[in-house]
């Protein structure tokens, strides 16, 4: 009861945000807003459903839990739901790799003086719900992937400046201090080159793609992109 239902906005943005299969250990994971009355906020959370191979097929509803809370629970959400990030995946070692948006608050006066570390950020979560922030210093951390146990995160950016991060533990990619891109203001703001300040990125697109999910892909049906990265994008053209 207390997941947002996206019908109830205008916002296209809000509802379920990412979603794996975890075959191995038969549960079933999805990345949701949670409804916080008490704290007058909402909180991008992970909700868990034990998931029996044998009932996949069935039209029986899933009975899910909260398995992992944020911690970062947004005034600005509402509005902002385009930059929460909410991406999911698993490393070959079961631990879940999730992405937290900035919900646009450092673009916000009313949120310069909240704690960078809040917003924007990168997550290691074990299978009993544990977690350690592994990277900070993302505006909309839309895209991810996994390559042979490196994470892949792709971040849209300001007004250009989106971008392609090989993840380091312990890193800061910059946002909202540096950025390739421009405000939307066209006002030069940001600090350009990230190092050594910073991670700088592993490429950047300028003008602006706008940035969405990250695929590797290793089949052989189309040999000419075979183990290749491919990130979808959201612009017309680009």
Aim: hydrophobic share 35%; glycine share 8%.
């Amino acid at each position: 009861k207390d997941i947002i239902d996206a019908q109830k906005y205008e916002n296209e943005s809000t509802g379920v945000r990412g979603s794996f299969l975890d075959n191995k250990n038969g549960y079933i994971y999805v990345s949701a807003y949670m409804n916080k009355e008490v704290k007058k906020c909402k909180e991008l959370s992970i909700l868990r459903a034990d998931l029996v191979p044998a009932e996949i097929n069935t039209t029986e509803e899933l009975e899910f839990e909260v398995f992992f809370e944020s911690g970062i629970c947004s005034e600005f959400a509402e509005d902002n739901m385009w930059a929460a990030g909410g991406r999911l995946s698993q490393l070959a070692t079961g631990e879940i790799i999730f992405t937290v948006g900035s919900y646009a608050a450092a673009e916000l006066d009313s949120a310069t003086k909240q704690p960078r570390i809040q917003y924007g950020a990168v997550f290691l979560i074990d299978r009993d719900g544990t977690s350690e922030m592994l990277a900070e210093g993302f505006r909309n951390p839309n895209g991810l992937t996994i390559i042979d146990q490196e994470i892949y995160v792709a971040d849209s950016g300001p007004d250009g400046g989106d971008e392609i991060n090989i993840i380091k533990a312990g890193a800061d990619y910059g946002w909202p201090l540096a950025s390739y891109g421009l405000s939307y203001s066209k006002e030069d703001r940001y600090l350009v080159r990230h190092a050594p300040q910073f991670e700088e990125p592993l490429v950047f697109f300028r003008p602006s793609v706008a940035t969405s999910q990250l695929v590797y892909y290793e089949h052989e049906n189309l040999p000419r992109w075979k183990s290749s990265l491919i990130m979808g994008t959201l612009r017309q053209k680009s």
